[in-house]
């Protein structure tokens, strides 16, 4: 008799787990979440995370994180955790040739000295800010890459759900 009640409150507890677990919201389109996250390159790299720190908020349909990262989180409920892969052409996109610009240098500032790797902040006709990435250095010219750096490149997610606002 001890069993069987032991089985039965058992029983009933999973029961209360499994539907308070089918009954948690799920983020959809127009909820603004709560995301802590770590991204990585396909070595392992680690190329950015929200650990240790405050959670990414973002609205869910307003395109301000990349479209896989997105898909990503609709459906998820709170205090759920995943690992996604997101492919180059839902993440920054293949690398844009056009992007990789040839500057003579006496149209740069006197005295900007150039170095492959620095980054260079430059601001469109229409006031938008860009921030390139010196790839060449001549004594006539410079190369840059306005692409994003990490375009061109898979991207792994560690996901987890904290708060759905």
Do not use: W
Request: aromatic share 4%; hydrophobic share 40%; glycine share 8%.
């Amino acid at each position: 008799m001890k069993n069987l009640k032991t089985a039965v409150i058992m029983v009933l507890a999973l029961a209360v787990i499994a539907l308070a677990a089918c009954g948690a919201p799920q983020a959809k389109t127009g909820d603004t979440v709560q995301i802590n996250y770590t991204g990585k390159l396909s070595d392992g790299t680690v190329f950015d995370t929200s650990v240790g720190g405050k959670p990414l908020e973002f609205k869910l349909g307003a395109a301000t994180v990349i479209p896989g990262f997105e898909k990503a989180v609709l459906g998820m409920k709170v205090g759920e955790k995943k690992s996604v892969t997101i492919p180059v052409n839902e993440a920054y996109g293949p690398p844009q040739a056009d992007l990789i610009i040839e500057i003579p240098r006496d149209q740069l500032s006197k005295d900007l000295v150039p170095a492959v790797g620095q980054h260079l902040q430059s601001t469109n006709k229409d006031g938008t800010t860009v921030v390139v990435t010196v790839t060449k250095v001549s004594d006539t010219t410079i190369t840059v890459d306005a692409n994003h750096p990490l375009a061109g490149k898979d991207l792994t997610f560690e996901l987890e759900l904290v708060k759905i606002l």
